[in-house]
Structures are given as C-alpha cells and as structure tokens.
C-alpha cells in the first residue's frame, strides 16, 4: 500500500472502490494505485496504476472503475497512465489487508508459498490441489484437518 | 490495413509478443477441453497469463513504434507471413501429451529468456519480464511436473510424451539460430541456447524420456514469417470475428 500525503482526498475516494473479483479489498489496499496527482491549473488529476498480473481479466476494469469514480465527484479531466516500474508485488499487502482477506476466506499470500493457513480452523496442515484457480491470482487448497476446500492468494 | 513494424527493437519484442499470442490461442482451444477440471481451469489460466503477457508486450512495441498500431490490429490484422513466433508454439493440441511437452519446451525458453531481459537497457521490458517471470514459475511447475507424471506413467503415457517430444524437438533449431536484432536484444544468447538443452536434458532424464535426434523440417526461419501448415488455420480461427465484423465492440 503506497503512503503519499498529498491529495488525501482523492486517496480516500479511491480507497471506495472494491477489487472486482475480491471485494473486501479496495484498489489502494491492493497496490494497483500508485500515484495520484492534481493540477488545478488544468482542472486535471493524473493516476498512476499499475497491473496486478498481466492477465488479469479486471485490468481494463481498473481504469473503467476509476474514470467512475473520479466522475461521480465532478472530475471529469482525468488521465491515467499505467506503469510496469517498480513491479507489483504482494508484499505490499499490510497484515491488516491480509487478514481481511483470511475472513473472508481467502488465505493470504506467504513468502515463497510456504506456509498456507486454512481460513476455517486456522491449521498450517493443508495441501495444494491445484497451482490454478478460480482467478489468476489464486490456487486450489484443501485443509488436511477440517477438509476445507479454500483459494490461496499466489505469491508474486 | 496494412501493419508495418519499422523499428528494430520493436521487431524483437514483436516476436516474443506473437510467441505469447499464439501459444495463447493454443492454449485456449483447451479450454473446456481438460481432461479434468482442474487441468482445465490450469490450461485456460496458463493461456490467460500469455495473452496478458502478450498484450503488455504489443504496447511496449506499439510504443517504440509511436502508437500508429493498437495491440489489437497487431493480432488480428497481421496475415501469416507477417507473423513472428516461433513454430514451437503453433504446433496443435494433438494429444494431452502434445500440449505439455510443447508447454514444457516453452516454458524452459521462456524462462532463461525473461530471466536475461529483466537487466536489458529497455526499462519497460526489463519490469514486465520480471512480471513474467512469476507467472512463467507457476506454468513451469505445471508442466514439469506433468512431463514426470506421463514419462513416469504406464508404458502408453511414456509412449505418447515420448512421440510429441519427437516431433516438436523438429521446431527446436530455429529457436536458437539467432540473427542480429536477437544478438543485440538478448543479453547472452549463447547461455539461452546452454541453459536450454541442460535444463530440457535434465527433466526428460528424470522422467524416463529422451531427447532424440530429429531432422528439422525444410522451412525457412520464424525470423523471416514463415510458418508450418498449422499456422494459416489457427489465425482463420483467432481472426475470423474482428476481420468479419471491423467494427464488433465486446
């Protein structure tokens, strides 16, 4: 998650807007935007984003949902440029991030996918069905001790 | 319309663009095709990954070039000899086996490829390779661990991976017969070419496979837009709609 003290506002606008496929994280919680800046001069605010995985089917989304938001407040000058520097990551998810999408029953990403926990029972003891799942950005699980079957956040 | 690509540099990302694209048409014709579930969501998600990669990678060119080209007229109004993928990756989807041994031989390619690519002087390129590489670990470890189970399998599944491996190692000498725009855009191709054939040697070995000895096929190189039989009936597929309908919106 990017820290930029200028332009809170629009920050916090943005920070509206729920990831389209996880909806109990928003873009800014998800690192996919990095930058924003406001010229009032020209009445315009810039975005800088950048993409999650290159596949992601909700890229296009992204800017859609961002071009709404922003309008929905009045700006209606906006550009939005997409950067591939510095590569997103997920470790740019805060602890605080993580465990809102272990409530909601996504495991959170681990270093080197390591140690998965069961979003259910909370147990390490669990077993990779398969490295693809439901979205780019998961995989298959299932918990050895409660048998819940889950989606794993990837490690990029 | 026709599409020219003036630029060298954006030559050299143009053919790992077309690599991608077509592996991923590949790929998707697979889709609702798995032999399980699973693998179909796998196959469907590894091609969704290489049509995003090659999307990425038809900006970057289009940039170079100025923007007088979409990524999307790059892919849809581009005829046969103007394409520049290798012939690897055009291969069909005979069999189970043919999909990952050609998978595999990819992935390998593609690996050390991005690998050199995240230090090239292109900042773009160098940040979406490093992007790359990450998904490149996941259909790595896919296919890899298929090649072991249909090697390691029943004397039919270690037959069939075998046969496959036989004829796509015919598309394998191209691969490496680097021109000069490679030479300038790839760090060390000579390690690509190393890298490739240890590695390949490697999992082949620890899957009861082998690399025999094949004679390549009398075609001209990729590097030049030439194509086997496959190529033609992919694109009539992969193109049809938008040439059919210029003007069809999703």
């Given at each position: 998650m990017v820290t930029q003290k200028e332009f809170g506002h629009l920050w916090e606008l943005l920070s509206e807007?729920?990831?389209?496929?996880?909806?109990?994280?928003n873009l800014v919680e998800l690192g996919v935007i990095r930058h924003i800046e406001e010229k009032p001069d020209q009445d315009k605010i810039i975005v800088t984003i950048t993409p999650t995985y290159t596949g992601c089917p909700a890229k296009k989304l992204f800017q859609d949902l961002i071009l709404e938001k922003l309008a929905s407040k009045g700006y209606h000058n906006v550009e939005i440029i997409s950067q591939l520097f510095p590569v997103w990551s997920t470790?740019?998810?805060?602890d605080e991030t993580k465990e809102k999408l272990l409530k909601e029953g996504i495991s959170p990403p681990t270093i080197g996918d390591k140690i998965v926990q069961c979003?259910?029972?909370?147990?390490?003891d669990t077993k990779m069905v398969s490295a693809f799942g439901s979205t780019p950005c998961q995989s298959l699980y299932t918990c050895n001790i409660c048998s819940e079957p889950f989606n794993y956040f990837k490690c990029y | 319309m026709k599409i020219t690509i003036e630029n060298k540099d954006a030559m050299s990302v143009i053919r790992l663009a077309d690599t991608s694209v077509i592996l991923a048409q590949r790929l998707a014709e697979m889709c609702s095709n798995g032999l399980t579930l699973e693998e179909d969501i796998a196959l469907s998600n590894i091609s969704l990954d290489l049509f995003g990669r090659a999307d990425e990678l038809y900006k970057i060119a289009a940039r170079i070039e100025g923007?007088?080209?979409?990524p999307d007229e790059y892919v849809f109004h581009r005829n046969e000899r103007e394409y520049y993928n290798i012939k690897l990756v055009e291969q069909p989807n005979h069999d189970f086996a043919w999909v990952i041994a050609r998978q595999l031989l990819h992935d390998i390619y593609a690996k050390e490829l991005f690998t050199q690519l995240s230090?090239?002087?292109?900042h773009e390129v160098a940040g979406l390779s490093q992007k790359v590489l990450k998904e490149i670990k996941y259909s790595y470890m896919h296919s890899h661990d298929w090649t072991n189970r249909l090697g390691l399998g029943t004397a039919e599944s270690n037959e069939r991976m075998q046969r496959a491996l036989d004829h796509l190692?015919?598309?394998?000498?191209?691969?490496?017969?680097?021109?000069e725009l490679d030479k300038k855009f790839i760090p060390d191709p000579e390690k690509l070419k190393a890298v490739w054939f240890s590695e390949v040697d490697k999992i082949l070995g620890e899957s009861n496979l082998k690399r025999n000895a094949v004679a390549p096929p009398s075609m001209r190189d990729f590097r030049e837009g030439f194509h086997s039989e496959h190529m033609g009936h992919l694109l009539s597929i992969m193109q049809f709609l938008p040439r059919a309908y210029p003007d069809a919106k999703w």
């Open positions: 807007i729920p990831d389209p496929e996880i909806p109990v994280i470790d740019w998810l805060t979003p259910k029972c909370k147990s390490t | 923007n007088k080209f979409t230090t090239s002087s292109n190692m015919k598309y394998v000498d191209e691969l490496f017969n680097f021109d």
